[in-house]
């Protein structure tokens, strides 16, 4: 793909792009990650209801060779559809189906679960990322936090300020400053946390 030139309809060449990592071509399958399988549906489901049942027909996001699904009626639906068989498989109007489009076979075993990550490292990834910018990105970015939280309450002022401390001592002192608030009791509160 090369990029060499703005779109010519903004409208319905960006605002109606549907793009969801579930739009997949034949031989490319996703793997098991638990994230990217819950972006699988989510992503599409959001298009959905964004753009529109019919958002694969629209002309930008229409895959480049025919597609039988069997999808039919719905608002801005642009085909003609005639018959009413709209699932698989159906004797009515068999679809046929490719085997090597087929996902691959993959035995699973063991039990769903819902658990905190072992090691977040919250404030060591803030920190980092802190550190990773320049030094007027650092600036802007100080500033504007500061002058942020300079009008929040004290309680919340203060636990947010002692976050961005124990990100980093330099950060969190910078931002305290701007945001008139109390570095003894930021921290007081940030020798509490634990990353």
């Known amino acids: ?97 490719t085997d090597s489009a087929r996902y691959s076979q993959l035995a699973l075993s063991g039990t769903t679960q819902q658990q905190g990550i072992t090691r977040e490292q919250n404030f060591k990834q803030a920190g980092d990322l802190y550190r990773a910018y320049s030094k007027s990105e650092q600036r802007d970015l100080v500033n504007s936090f500061g002058q942020s939280l300079a009008v929040a309450d004290e309680q919340s002022k203060h636990i947010i300020l002692s976050y961005l401390y124990k990100a980093d001592a330099e950060y969190g002192a910078r931002v305290t400053k701007i945001a008139e608030g109390d570095l003894a009791r930021v921290k007081a509160l940030a020798a509490d946390l634990q990353d």
Do not use: C, H, W
């Not at 779109?7 to 990650?33: C, M, R």
């Not at 989510?42 to 019919?54: E, H, L, P």
């Not at 958002?55 to 009413?84: H, Y």
């Open 1 to 97: 793909m090369v990029l060499k030139r703005n779109v010519g309809n903004f409208f319905q060449e960006t605002e109606q792009v549907a793009l969801a990592p579930s739009n997949l071509i034949k031989g490319i399958e996703p793997s098991e990650d638990r994230l990217l399988q819950g972006r699988l549906f989510s992503y599409a489901d959001t298009q959905m209801y964004r753009v529109g049942a019919n958002a694969g027909s629209l002309p930008i996001n229409q895959p480049r060779s025919a597609v039988n699904n069997g999808n039919q009626d719905g608002a801005l639906n642009p085909n003609r559809t005639r018959d009413m068989v709209n699932y698989q498989p159906s004797r009515l109007q068999p679809r046929s189906t």
